[in-house]
């Protein structure tokens, strides 16, 4: 379904396992971000109601994920750290077409934001099936199916909003730049990294 070229190292899960509080500070501030993402969108593109009704849907539930793991986070007597960069998003947003116009800009913050939400997914998927932790494995599958139902979400408005535009060529060229970009991470215990 998602058709990322590079599966994540399954040995991602032991780097994240030696430290539970750092995964779960960034996993917290990646929901934050993802929640500003979809008000970004609309606030940029607020001519569109069907998009404005779906995406404050998908922010709220960006921040109740954000408040979930903030009470994993004090549940486990740690203490919500600095927001992270995330130097997996800044890449990705690289590849998107700057100066375009307002139709192309909205189509590829769609498909870069289905793409954050691919990856998310995949590595949810991958906690879920391989940490050794039952809360945070059950955890994880839950936010799996969301952050599926939020790929989808983008990637449905991208085609809609699309028109005159090779949308799924596009996809295509972000899942490959994505693919390249992806080989430099894996090897923190960050959700992207």
């Known amino acids: 379904m998602l058709g990322l070229k590079l599966e994540t190292d399954p040995r991602w899960v032991n780097i994240v396992e030696s430290n539970i509080e750092e995964i779960l500070t960034d996993h917290a501030w990646c929901e934050q971000k993802a929640a500003t993402n979809a008000i970004s969108i609309i606030t940029l593109n607020s001519e569109h109601t069907e998009l404005v009704t779906d995406l404050l849907t998908l922010a709220q539930e960006e921040l109740q994920h954000f408040e979930m793991v903030h009470e994993i986070i004090k549940k486990r007597g740690y203490t ?16 998107m077409i700057k100066g375009g ?47 599926a139902g939020h790929y989808t979400t983008f990637i449905g408005f991208a085609r809609k909003y699309g028109a005159g535009i090779d949308v799924n060529k596009r996809w295509e060229e972000l899942i490959q730049f994505e693919g390249e970009v992806i080989k430099n991470y894996g090897k923190s215990e960050t959700i992207h990294g």
Do not use: H, W
């Open 80 to 95: 919500l750290g600095r927001e992270r960069k995330d130097s997996y998003v800044n890449e990705l947003y690289k590849f």
């Open 101 to 147: 116009s307002r139709q192309q800009s909205l189509v590829d913050r769609l498909l870069f934001s289905a793409m954050i939400e691919a990856r998310s997914c995949e590595r949810f998927k991958l906690l879920s099936t391989k940490i050794k932790d039952p809360e945070l494995a059950t955890f994880y599958r839950d936010l799996m199916i969301s952050e």
